[in-house]
T-cell receptor, first 115, second 118 residues
Framework: AQSVTQPDIHITVSEGASLELRCNYSYGATPYLFWYVQSPGQGLQLLLKYFSGDTLVQGIKGFEAEFKRSQSSFNLRKPSVHWSDAAEYFCAVDAFSGGYNKLIFGAGTRLAVHP | GAVVSQHPSRVICKSGTSVKIECRSLDFQATTMFWYRQFPKKSLMLMATSNEGSKATYEQGVEKDKFLINHASLTLSTLTVTSAHPEDSSFYIC??????????????FGPGTRLTVL
C-alpha cells in the first residue's frame, strides 16, 4: 500500500542553521512527490514538487529537496533557516488508487526555530 | 497563482445542527475538488473526492450520509456536516485540481475551516 513516513515529529534548530527534514515513501510506480508547509491555523502551501527529471528540486523560500529512488526518500533541505520558517511540514505522494489520483500525506514534522 | 477560498473560516454550532462549508476556486476551473479533515497536531486525512457534476467518492470509513458533498460547478464544492456532534469538531480543508490536459496537476489548498460543535 502507498504510504509516506516522516520519522521526525518535532525538530528544533537555531536560526541560521541548516535544516533537513526526512521523508520516505512507499509506492509501486514512479512517484510524484510534494512538500507542503502549513502555518498555524492555515491551509497548505506548496514548497516544491518532483515529477521527473533532475532529482534535485528547487522550491520557494530557499528550500530544495532531493529524490533518491534507491532509498525511497525525498528529503527537504534549507541551508540557513529563518525564524519565519517555523511551521508544520508535510511530505506527500500523489498516488493512483481506486481509479483516480489522490495525495497521501505523511504525519508531518513540526519545526521550531530558536533565535 | 491559483487561489482557493473557503467559507466560513470558523464556525461554532450546537450539537444536532447541520453546517455547510463552501470551497471555491477563484481564478481557475477545478475538475476535481478534495475534502480533508485534520485533527489537532495530525496529518490531513482525505475524506472524499468530488468531480463536477458527479457523485463524490468517499474514502473508507467516512460516512457519506453524514458528510454530504456537492460539486455543482467547476468553481464550487460544498461540504455539509449533518447532525453535527462534538466528535465532528475539526479543521476541514479543501483543495482543487485545475482543469488541464496534464495528468498530474497540482492541488491548490484552501485556508481551512475550523468547526467547533458544542
Amino acid at each position: 500500500a502507498q504510504s509516506v513516513t516522516q520519522p521526525d515529529i518535532h525538530i528544533t534548530v537555531s536560526e541560521g542553521a541548516s535544516l533537513e527534514l526526512r521523508c520516505n515513501y512507499s509506492y509501486g510506480a514512479t512517484p510524484y512527490l510534494f512538500w507542503y508547509v502549513q502555518s498555524p491555523g492555515q491551509g497548505l502551501q506548496l514548497l516544491l514538487k518532483y515529477f521527473s527529471g533532475d532529482t534535485l528540486v528547487q522550491g520557494i523560500k530557499g528550500f530544495e529537496a532531493e529524490f533518491k529512488r534507491s532509498q525511497s526518500s525525498f528529503n527537504l533541505r534549507k541551508p540557513s533557516v529563518h525564524w519565519s520558517d517555523a511551521a508544520e511540514y508535510f511530505c506527500a505522494v500523489d498516488a493512483f488508487s481506486g481509479g483516480y489520483n489522490k495525495l497521501i500525506f505523511g504525519a508531518g514534522t513540526r519545526l521550531a526555530v530558536h533565535p | 497563482g491559483a487561489v482557493v477560498s473557503q467559507h466560513p473560516s470558523r464556525v461554532i454550532c450546537k450539537s444536532g445542527t447541520s453546517v455547510k462549508i463552501e470551497c471555491r476556486s477563484l481564478d481557475f476551473q477545478a475538475t476535481t475538488m478534495f475534502w480533508y479533515r485534520q485533527f489537532p497536531k495530525k496529518s490531513l486525512m482525505l475524506m472524499a473526492t468530488s468531480n463536477e457534476g458527479s457523485k463524490a467518492t468517499y474514502e473508507q470509513g467516512v460516512e457519506k450520509d453524514k458528510f454530504l458533498i456537492n460539486h455543482a460547478s467547476l468553481t464550487l464544492s460544498t461540504l455539509t456536516v449533518t447532525s453535527a456532534h462534538p466528535e465532528d469538531s475539526s479543521f476541514y480543508i479543501c483543495s482543487a485540481r485545475s482543469l488541464s490536459l496534464t495528468l498530474f496537476d497540482e492541488q491548490f489548498f484552501g485556508p481551512g475551516t475550523r468547526l467547533t460543535v458544542l
